[in-house]
C-alpha cells in the first residue's frame, strides 16, 4: 500500500508540474488556429505592460470584464453564528484546490443576508480571496446559487462573451497572483482592496481562443481530480488494514504457513 501511495503521489506530482508549465506558456503565448503553441519565431508578438504577448490579444483589466449589473464587490461584514435553514455563506476557508467545500458552510440569518444582496451569488460566478489567504480561486456552482460571501471575498460576475473557465485558470496563473501578492498589505491580517482587484491587468485573447485554452488545461485538471481521488481511496484502504492487521482482526497466519512452505 505504502509503495502504491508513493507511485500516486509521484505521478500527482508529475501531473502538477505538467499544469504550471502549461498554465505558464497557454495563458502567456496562447495558441493559434491549428492548435499549436505560439512563439516569437511563427507568429507576431508586441509589447505590453506585463512582457511580450500575441498580437491578437488585447490588454484588459478586471474590472473591464464583468457585468455592468454585476460589479466586483466583497459580502458580508458580520455573518453571525450559524442559523438553522438559514443561507450559506461561503469564506476563505471553504475555497481550497480551486474548489468550494460545501460539508460545514456557515448559514447566516436570512435578516443578514437580506442586507448584502449587492454580493449575493449565481452559478457560475467566480470568486477570489481578498483577506488572509488571498489569491484562492473557485467557481461558484448551480446548487450555491443565491448564496453568500464574507467581506474576506470578492464576487466576480463576467460577461457572457467570456470564458467562465479561461478565467478560473487565468486568475491563478503566475502573472495574475503576482500582482495579487504585491498589493496585499497589512500585518496581523493581510488583505488587498477591492480597487486593486479591479485593477488586475492581463492579455486576453478571443472567446475562440480562450476556450481552446480551457479545453487543454481542464484535461489536466481532470486528470489530477482522479489522481486525488485515487490518492484518497488508497490512504484509506491503509489506514483499514493498518486497523485490521495491528489489532489482530485480520489474521496473517495463512501468509505465515506458506512462506514456510515455499520458502521465501
Known amino acids: 500500500m505504502d509503495r502504491a501511495i508513493e507511485q500516486t503521489e509521484a505521478l500527482i506530482a508529475k501531473q502538477q508540474r505538467i499544469k504550471t508549465g502549461l498554465m505558464q506558456n497557454l495563458l502567456t503565448r496562447g495558441i493559434d488556429e491549428h492548435g499549436n503553441l505560439r512563439s516569437e519565431q511563427t507568429h507576431k508578438f508586441k509589447d505590453s505592460p506585463l512582457g511580450r504577448i500575441p498580437v491578437e490579444w ?3 483589466t478586471l474590472d473591464s470584464c464583468v457585468r455592468n449589473d454585476g460589479p466586483i464587490c466583497y459580502g458580508i461584514l458580520m455573518p453571525g453564528s450559524s442559523y438553522d435553514n438559514g443561507v450559506p455563506v461561503i469564506k476563505v476557508k471553504d475555497i481550497v484546490g480551486g474548489k468550494i467545500l460545501q ?3 456557515l448559514l447566516t440569518d436570512p435578516k443578514i443576508d437580506s442586507q448584502y444582496k449587492r454580493s449575493k451569488l449565481r452559478g457560475g460566478d467566480l470568486l477570489i480571496t481578498i483577506r488572509g489567504t488571498t489569491g484562492r480561486v473557485a467557481i461558484v456552482p448551480d446548487e450555491l446559487d443565491e448564496a453568500n460571501i464574507t467581506q474576506d471575498t470578492a464576487r466576480i460576475r463576467l460577461k457572457e462573451e467570456i470564458s467562465k473557465i479561461y478565467f478560473y485558470f487565468l486568475l491563478q496563473s503566475k502573472h495574475v ?12 491580517v493581510k488583505g488587498i482592496n477591492i480597487a486593486e482587484v479591479k485593477k488586475l491587468s492581463f492579455g486576453l485573447p478571443k472567446l475562440e481562443e480562450q476556450e481552446m485554452i480551457s479545453e487543454r488545461l481542464n484535461e489536466i485538471e481532470k486528470s489530477l481530480g482522479s489522481a486525488d481521488h485515487e490518492l484518497s481511496k488508497l490512504n ?8 485490521d492487521l495491528l489489532t489482530g482482526k485480520k489474521r496473517v497466519t495463512a501468509l505465515m504457513a506458506e512462506m514456510e512452505v515455499t520458502g521465501r
Do not use: F, R, S
Not at 236 to 243: G, N
Open 58 to 60: 488585447e490588454m484588459k
Open 236 to 243: 484509506v484502504v491503509k489506514t483499514a488494514l493498518m486497523q
Open 177 to 188: 497572483q503576482d500582482q495579487v501578492l504585491l498589493h496585499t498589505l497589512g500585518q496581523a
Open 103 to 105: 460539508n460545514n458552510l
